[in-house]
């Protein structure tokens, strides 16, 4: 075709010479000029087909692994394919073989079990050795028992007045016996003195709202009003079917229907919710009670509280109010009780409270801080989280209105002021308070307020609106702050947290700082300067005591040291308006303590007495002391 040619020209078919016959096999593609002479295409060599076993040149090193087989054989001819699509093995295009041979039985599958070696899992030598070490173990125990035992019984026979496990003689003796030493000042006698220095005070006194010695036996349970159940409540009279009708709660039907109970009746089920040993039936008491919001608010007083837990233990009911009787020492049996009746009831207490009176709930209140007091709120996990709702519930249902709430908060201080002299036991009443609600928090420093002062007055009024640096300073430097050889470390320690409770974040203060001191009366950070200087001497002086704490591995110098450290960090690191300013080697001298002198007179005097007493003995002559 012509280079500028037309294009149709290109479709055309071109006439075929004369005496050419070209194959039928095959046809001209368009556009292609044929050879001159067709190209003979060349025949493949054609190889003799090889063996299994032949090896080729080259395909594998000479110490290579013969360990494996080919992979017909690993999977086999029969899993393999169909034989029309399987390869002729004299077949030009054949893969040659390598020289590995399958040197084992054919492939079996994983799932069939094998005829293998049967193998431990574990060492039987070992396990034997563990199980003698564990017999050993046991039998040193058992020995360090029957000597505490017999040490124990020795002392109880010559000693008839102290027959206590926790005697120091037994301790001594059997500490002697365990380290195979019976001489004094020996490893024994150090080991006891260091356990008496790791144990806690035991002669701190405890006070107990419930009987160490359990509930009593002779619990009389009060008879079901059968007078009281008639209409529509005539199904509880006869008593086979009475639990049963509890059970599917029936009485609760009705009185979600706004019918209330009879009074003798609601009496009769408040009574039988801490004596009942059922929780299923318990449960069906205490739903029915919370849905009688009439019967609650008119017959749920203080009497009939402390009635209730008169029968796990508690205390009688009474009019007059007097300092807690304290028992010394701490009953640990007294923590294992069932306490699942004081759970119930403080359930039942804290659903009931939005429905009592204002003066019923101050009652209640009162009787929770008394129940704080013994050391199963603190201890008892359960208990401790129904304290802390029940709580909460009672504070959030007092009067809303500042006059009422002040009231009733001055009534609630001066109770526990009333009942408890040392500020260990008062601490522990204002550290169970609950953080959940902001009256509780109020009332919560109140109480710490009056714990701190001994001024029950404080309870009539927020401490942000009372108490300023002035009064913290002088309150500090009272004598029960002072640390010297006769101090009680678990009074200080309660101090100190109640006074932590007292500062809190510190806004309360900010305002009762006084005129400032700064030369430019237009500065608006003089206010912040000058609450800073105060929160910092405020640490300045809690330092100063924190300094005079000696360590001497005692649990309660260790607890009130600590104590001491925490309050100083917060007030410098959280209180403080601003971030305490770097020091540095130009800047003034801090201020010093005033019992510096006195301390370092003392100690020259005493450093000068040890000089003249070894200037003396080096005079002396040699023989005028024979």
């Known amino acids: 075709m012509q280079r500028n040619g037309d294009i149709r020209g290109f479709f055309a078919k071109k006439p075929t010479p004369a005496g050419s016959n070209p194959p039928s096999s095959w046809s001209q593609p368009l556009g292609v000029d044929l050879p001159s002479s067709p190209i003979t295409p060349q025949k493949a060599a054609v190889r003799a087909p090889l063996s299994r076993d032949d090896e080729i040149k080259g395909s594998d090193e000479d110490d290579s692994d013969d360990s494996l087989g080919s992979l017909t054989d690993f999977f086999g001819r029969k899993g393999g394919p169909s034989s029309a699509f399987q390869r002729k093995p004299n077949a030009a295009s054949t893969t040659p073989k390598a020289k590995r041979t399958a040197s084992g039985p054919g492939f079996h599958s994983p799932l069939t079990l094998q005829n293998k070696p049967q193998r431990h899992k574990f060492d039987l030598k070992a396990l034997v050795n563990h199980a003698r070490q564990d017999n050993a173990t046991d039998e040193s125990a058992r020995r360090a028992g029957e000597l505490l035992r017999e040490a124990a019984a020795d002392v109880v026979e010559k000693y008839d007045d102290s027959g206590s496990d926790q005697d120091p003689e037994i301790m001594r003796d059997t500490a002697r016996k365990l380290f195979d030493d019976g001489e004094k000042d020996s490893k024994g006698d150090k080991f006891v003195r260091a356990m008496n220095r790791t144990q806690g005070d035991d002669t701190r006194s405890w006070y107990y709202f419930f009987d160490p010695a359990g509930p009593p036996r002779d619990v009389s349970r009060s008879p079901f009003p059968k007078k009281a159940a008639k209409g529509q409540w005539g199904f509880l009279s006869p008593a086979d079917?009475?639990?049963?009708?509890?059970?599917?709660?029936?009485p609760i039907a009705i009185a979600i229907k706004g019918k209330e109970l009879p009074d003798e009746l609601f009496e009769w089920i408040l009574s039988e919710i801490c004596v009942e040993k059922n929780l299923q039936l318990r449960g069906q008491y205490m739903n029915l009670v919370s849905r009688c919001f009439d019967d609650t608010r008119r017959l749920v007083d203080d009497r009939q509280l402390y009635s209730m837990l008169e029968k796990i233990g508690g205390p009688k009911h009474s009019l007059k109010h007097?300092?807690?009787?304290?028992?010394?020492?701490?009953?640990?049996?007294?923590?294992?009780?069932?306490?699942?009746?004081?759970?119930s009831f403080l359930q039942i207490l804290a659903e009931m409270a939005p429905n009592m009176s204002p003066s019923n709930v101050i009652a209640a209140v009162q009787m929770l801080l008394r129940m704080s007091l013994d050391p199963v709120v603190s201890c008892i996990v359960q208990v401790r989280s129904e304290y802390d709702a029940a709580m909460t519930?009672?504070?959030?249902?007092?009067?809303?209105?500042?006059?009422?709430?002040?009231?009733?908060?001055?009534?609630?201080?001066?109770?526990?002021?009333?009942?408890?002299?040392?500020a260990s036991q008062r601490s522990v009443a204002v550290r169970l308070m609950p953080l959940s609600r902001p009256r509780v928090c109020d009332l919560r420093r109140r109480l710490a307020a009056m714990a701190l002062f001994g001024n029950p007055d404080l309870g009539r009024k927020h401490p942000d609106q009372t108490l300023t640096f002035h009064d913290i300073f002088t309150r500090i430097d009272e004598d029960d702050f002072n640390v010297t050889h006769s101090t009680d470390f678990a009074e200080l320690n309660a101090l100190i947290a109640l006074l932590d409770i007292v500062v809190d974040d510190g806004e309360h203060l900010r305002a009762k700082v006084g005129p400032s001191f700064s030369s430019n009366p237009a500065d608006p950070d003089a206010e912040a300067t000058k609450f800073d200087a105060e929160v910092d001497h405020l640490a300045f002086k809690l330092k100063a005591i924190h300094d005079k704490l000696n360590d001497n591995s005692q649990i309660s110098r260790k607890e009130a040291k600590l104590a001491l450290d925490s309050i100083g960090k917060r007030l410098t690191y959280e209180v403080r308006s601003r971030p305490p300013p770097k020091t540095s080697i130009f800047d003034a001298e801090p201020e010093e303590d005033a019992s510096l002198p006195k301390q370092r007179d003392f100690m020259k005097k005493w450093a000068q007495r040890k000089t003249d007493a070894k200037a003396g003995k080096e005079n002396t002559p040699a023989g005028a002391n024979d």
Not at 241 to 250: K, P, T
Not at 322 to 343: C, I, N, T
Not at 393 to 420: D, F, M, R, T
Request: hydrophobic content about 40%.
């Open 241 to 250: 079917g009475r639990d049963l009708a509890f059970v599917r709660g029936i």
């Open 393 to 422: 519930a009672l504070a959030s249902a007092l009067p809303k209105v500042e006059e009422q709430w002040n009231a009733c908060c001055n009534q609630i201080c001066s109770y526990l002021h009333e009942g408890v002299e040392t």
């Open 322 to 343: 007097g300092k807690f009787e304290l028992s010394p020492g701490f009953a640990q049996a007294h923590l294992g009780r069932d306490w699942s009746p004081l759970v």
